[in-house]
T-cell receptor, first 110, second 111 residues
Framework: QKEVEQNSGPLSVPEGAIASLNCTYS??????FFWYRQYSGKSPELIMS????GDKEDGRFTAQLNKASQYVSLLIRDSQPSDSATYLC??????????FGAGTTVTVRA | SQTIHQWPATLVQPVGSPLSLECTVE??????LYWYRQAAGRGLQLLFY??????ISSEVPQNLSASRPQDRQFILSSKKLLLSDSGFYLC??????????FGQGTRLTVV
């Protein structure tokens, strides 16, 4: 079983719609959760971090964490063409490692 | 503010040649440093991490090595490159919070 799993997509959404990305993780001891955005050919960029159960909002992005279900999600509201990218879910445990999912590719249709 | 520099941006090397990729961080002290590799269409694979000068932990046994000669400098090396070493190499740092920030990456093609 992979440590961090994401739907690979592609996820295609119309401009202005909500994009919903999901991530599950296997280690119940995981403590920190992150979402990165990676444009094609570029390095990942940190866009959200969440540490406790519930929702965390930052602009058009909302991260949701449910530790009991070992599930973390990212919502992108009012999706824009500039949101077209691959989104990586990352999970940190007590050690120094960040475990990454393979990423979900999002395409926003104008 | 903190910045991370990684170079070169692209590299084409023949099989059997050596490799040296360098990464430096500015604006912070005693960062945790990481080397990741990303194969085409794949997620990030952690190769090495370091919590201090001279302290290197290897995650995957392979044809690569890492060194940290200075607090904010991290170097990825190989004595002889293999075709399978091709990929996108990413250096990252964090201040202990696991909020990792990445350099621009080096796209390595071994031919």
């Amino acid at each position: 079983q992979k440590e961090v799993e994401q739907n690979s997509g592609p996820l295609s959404v119309p401009e202005g719609a909500i994009a919903s990305l999901n991530c599950t993780y296997s280690d119940r001891g995981s403590q920190s959760f992150f979402w990165y955005r990676q444009y094609s050919g570029k390095s990942p960029e940190l866009i959200m971090s969440i540490y406790s159960n519930g929702d965390k909002e930052d602009g058009r992005f909302t991260a949701q964490l449910n530790k009991a279900s070992q599930y973390v999600s990212l919502l992108i509201r009012d999706s824009q063409p500039s949101d077209s990218a691959t989104y990586l879910c990352a999970v940190a445990n007590n050690d120094y490692k960040l475990s990454f999912g393979a990423g979900t590719t999002v395409t926003v249709r104008a | 503010s903190q910045t991370i520099h990684q170079w070169p941006a692209t590299l084409v090397q023949p099989v059997g040649s050596p490799l040296s990729l360098e990464c430096t961080v500015e604006g912070t002290s005693n960062p945790n440093l990481y080397w990741y590799r990303q194969a085409a269409g794949r997620g990030l694979q952690l190769l090495f991490y370091s919590v201090g000068i001279g302290q290197i932990s290897s995650e995957v046994p392979q044809n690569l090595s890492a060194s940290r000669p200075q607090d904010r400098q991290f170097i990825l090396s190989s004595k002889k490159l293999l075709l399978s070493d091709s990929g996108f190499y990413l250096c990252a740092w964090d201040s202990g919070t696991r909020r990792a920030f990445f350099g621009q990456g080096t796209r390595l093609t071994v031919v």
